[in-house]
């Protein structure tokens, strides 16, 4: 028996013109002709379709497809093995995905709900980005700290963040100065303004003991999104990030009896 392009499109559940695009590609060309010429599918090309569609659907692309099915000796399950664990690392990044969502959604609803007016006043020139919160819930979200963080958070009042932002910026202020002033990331002034830094996050949000400190120390020189929560960036120094990584390593480093801000990290 064969079958024409339309009687296949129908039930097998593609497009005509899908099956025009695997003729033109050679990746599926009718191996007949009806007497007036019109092309026709065998059952031996119904076959291939079917194997050229289970492909599809796991995301395989038509240029891998082709290689597979070319060569009747190629091991197609090693192509399988990899598209499986291709597939289960992009389902495990979709659910996190999810899982920001829903923690954002959460937020919404149980957050404080402030004006651009109300905000301005209370964070200023602070700079809060959406895509950093997101990448930073992908990176810490299984974290305890991390969702005590964030309960913490969206349950402060307005004066709350007043409170907040003044001691942050009291505090941003006094770095500043000692920066400017050439003091070393290791003076004992700095080191005690890295401390009161880690105090200041497990005052407001989760306990921060130093090791902890540390990897948010890493992401303030990494990622200019994250040193934009504690500096904002019309008061930002070239090196300033990494003078703080420094010091709160070294704090660290003191903090566990040692003499190196390495040792803590």
């Not at 119904?46 to 082709?66: C, D, N």
């Not at 919404?108 to 895509?131: A, C």
């Amino acid at each position: 028996m064969s079958w024409s392009v339309g009687q296949v499109s129908g039930f097998a559940g593609v497009t005509v013109r899908t099956l025009h695009h695997y003729d033109r590609s050679g990746l599926l060309s009718p191996s007949e002709r009806s007497p007036a010429g019109y092309r026709l599918y065998n059952a031996a090309d119904l076959t291939r379709l079917q194997q050229i569609l289970f492909y599809r659907e796991l995301g395989f692309p038509l240029e891998e497809i082709a290689t597979i099915l070319a060569d009747p000796l190629a091991n197609a399950l090693d192509h399988l093995l990899a598209r499986r664990d291709a597939l289960t690392e992009q389902i495990a990044r979709l659910q996190k995905l999810v899982d920001v969502a829903e923690r954002a959604i959460e937020v919404q609803r149980t957050g404080i709900e402030l004006t651009p007016e109300e905000r301005f006043e209370v964070f200023g020139d602070v700079v809060f980005d959406l895509s950093y919160a997101a990448d930073a819930h992908l990176k810490w979200g299984d974290q305890e700290g991390h969702q005590e963080a964030l309960a913490r958070a969206a349950t402060h009042t307005k004066q709350d963040w007043r409170r907040l932002m003044a001691e942050a910026a009291d505090w941003r202020g006094r770095l500043l100065a000692a920066f400017d002033q050439g003091l070393p990331a290791e003076h004992e002034e700095v080191l005690d303004l890295a401390e009161e830094h880690r105090q200041h996050i497990t005052r407001w949000f989760t306990p921060c003991p130093p090791e902890t400190h540390c990897r948010i120390a890493d992401d303030y020189e990494a990622d200019a999104r994250a040193f934009a929560l504690v500096v904002p960036p019309a008061e930002q120094r070239p090196g300033l990030a990494g003078y703080l990584r420094d010091a709160i390593g070294a704090n660290a480093a003191r903090r566990a009896g040692t003499s190196g801000p390495e040792v803590a990290r």
